[in-house]
């Protein structure tokens, strides 16, 4: 699962405030579409940038009126046939989006490789400690 991330400090950010609520929903909910259509999907068909067809804002109440107070405060850039992030975070980008796949299929590798009986990099079993009087204790 990939996650679409928001910054704390995107709220001061003069762009999001000029842009207002509801641009800045659209803004948000279509990274997390992009990021959607690429789930299962194999490496290669991630694109280089994410790309909003503008079909898809249409479908959006008030969607291009929306997109264009996104376009005028820079964040979004028309490109042929829809919209692209003119500022997106960077743990929002097709790049990180590929990074984040290495770390994880690096990391079950890891530990698919790790034999059934190896512990060094397992944490030590919880122990319990019984006190007198302890409903649990062995009598």
């Not at 400090?9 to 609520?21: K, L, M, V, Y």
């Not at 079909?55 to 405060?73: M, Y």
Request: with cysteine; glycine share 10%; proline share 9%.
């Amino acid at each position: 699962m990939t996650f679409w991330y928001i910054g704390d400090e995107e709220p001061e950010d003069p762009r999001f405030i000029q842009a207002g609520p509801a641009a800045c929903g659209l803004y948000h909910m279509t990274g997390a579409w992009c990021l959607r259509q690429v789930r299962y999907r194999p490496e290669r068909e991630i694109p280089a940038e994410w790309f909003i067809p503008e079909t898809w804002v249409r479908g959006w109440p008030n969607g291009i009126r929306l997109a264009n107070r996104l376009l005028i405060v820079g964040l979004w850039i028309e490109v042929g046939g829809g919209y692209s992030y003119g500022w997106i975070r960077w743990q929002n980008t097709p790049e990180a989006v590929r990074r984040e796949r290495k770390r994880q299929t690096a990391k079950k590798a890891r530990q698919r490789s790790m034999s059934p009986g190896d512990t060094a990099s397992c944490p030590p079993a919880a122990t319990r400690t019984v006190h007198a009087g302890s409903p649990h204790r062995n009598e």
